[in-house]
């Protein structure tokens, strides 16, 4: 470690550690993208309706939201730095037991076991990010969530080329990447253990505001709304988007993945850019215009052709995901000494709404058609007028790029 890296822990941006971090989160993501990607197959051999579909993403996502800011709030109390691979071992169980379900209810099952391994995962990795972030704390939460939405984009195409061919038992082949991710993890936390602790400490000396606890409550509200906003239109997307082209466009399941592929890579690459973005011009300015700045093009999307469609879609997933690194960090600044907490709540809530979403949304679509859904989710954007009311934080600010690369 550098000299300079011994005086301030807490400026300094250890990449390899994010990059190690990005890496499981992108496996973790891949393998739980499996579950909507399989949706049509499930749909067929169980003979599921829409709401059914619905419940399979609510059991799973509810399990990780209830939970995550729980664990978050433990881990900021007594921090288990090895908790990652543990929690890996879960979504490992989970996969290979859905690869091999004959019942409805195993499914569901399932899904919950494989929410138990995310909400573990979630805000212990993103606490990590934290620590090994320095100044760049945008930037770490980018690189982080990048990984995530990479793999979440590559969930669909895995499922394309293993479960399309060879069926629901491939499910269970994808486990193990949880073997892949638990190596690594198991070295993240040897880095957690002898640095990225004392890390998060220097840094929580530096981290201050002036702002009455009313105002950070009020605040906070402000910010579960916007990713309300975010995550029930998202979960339109992740969820129902195939069934959609497949329905007005009359794709085959395999068409119809590629799609996904590409609003999800959309996804992606607007969360590598949020990050830095508001790292440089402001977190505020950032949420301003990634969640209101896709109002027009909600509006226009169910009336377009397929053209059109795979064009908006594009434009929607990654103007909408640039908010979220800035939402999470902007958050984590307002309660200093809470990363594990307040990473947890949001995560938490981000996945809840999601799930809630897909089964609100999967209800409505067995009553109407998905494509009344997309009419009416259209409107969600609206919700980022809210932003206005959120008061400005001077963060850190970004220093001169100094690299520490610890090797755990």
Not at 133 to 155: C, D, E, I, P, W
Not at 240 to 255: D, P, R
Not at 288 to 299: A, D, E, Q
Request: hydrophobic fraction near 55%; charge should be positive; proline fraction near 5%.
């Amino acid at each position: 470690m550098s000299s300079a890296a011994k005086s301030h822990p807490a400026q300094t941006t250890t990449y390899s550690v994010l990059a190690a971090i990005a890496i499981c989160h992108m496996l973790n993501d891949m393998m739980q993208a499996l579950i909507p990607a399989i949706y049509p197959l499930l749909k067929m051999e169980f003979k599921l309706n829409f709401t059914q579909v619905g419940l399979v993403t609510l059991v799973y996502q509810v399990t990780a939201s209830l939970l995550q800011p729980a664990v978050g709030y433990f881990s900021d109390l007594r921090p288990r730095p090895y908790s990652l691979a543990a929690g890996m071992v879960m979504t490992l169980v989970g996969l290979v037991l859905m690869g091999q379900a004959s019942s409805y209810p195993m499914i569901l099952f399932c899904a919950m076991i494989i929410g138990v391994g995310s909400a573990v995962f979630h805000p212990e990795s993103s606490r990590v990010a934290r620590m090994a972030a320095g100044k760049r704390a945008g930037l770490a939460q980018s690189l982080f969530q990048v990984g995530g939405n990479t793999g979440s984009a590559l969930g669909p195409l895995l499922a394309a080329v293993l479960v399309a061919d060879f069926g629901q038992p491939a499910v269970t082949w994808c486990a193990a990447l949880a073997l892949v991710s638990m190596v690594i993890l198991y070295n993240v936390g040897t880095w957690y253990k002898n640095h990225g602790l004392d890390r998060l400490k220097s840094a929580r000396a530096q981290e201050h505001h002036n702002l009455p606890r009313a105002k950070v409550a009020i605040s906070l509200a402000i910010l579960l709304l916007l990713i309300f906003s975010k995550f029930f239109y998202l979960g339109s997307i992740t969820s129902y988007y195939t069934f959609y082209l497949i329905e007005t466009f009359h794709l085959t399941v395999k068409s119809a993945q590629v799609h996904l592929f590409l609003f999800l890579g959309a996804v992606a690459v607007g969360t590598m850019v949020g990050g830095p973005l508001g790292d440089r011009i402001g977190r505020k300015y950032v949420i301003w215009v990634s969640i209101l700045g896709i109002l027009p093009f909600t509006l226009i999307l169910p009336y377009a052709n397929l053209f059109w469609t795979e064009i908006l879609s594009v434009v929607i997933g990654m103007v909408m995901a640039s908010a979220f690194p800035a939402i999470v960090v902007y958050a984590q600044e307002l309660v200093p000494g809470k990363v594990g907490m307040i990473s947890g709540l949001f995560f938490g809530f981000s996945f809840g709404m999601g799930g809630i979403g897909a089964a609100v949304l999967g209800a409505l679509a067995d009553h109407t058609s998905i494509s009344f859904v997309y009419k009416v989710c259209a409107f969600l954007p609206i919700i980022g007028l809210l932003t206005i009311f959120l008061p400005n934080i001077k963060s850190r600010g970004l220093a001169p790029i100094s690299v520490v690369d610890v090797q755990p």
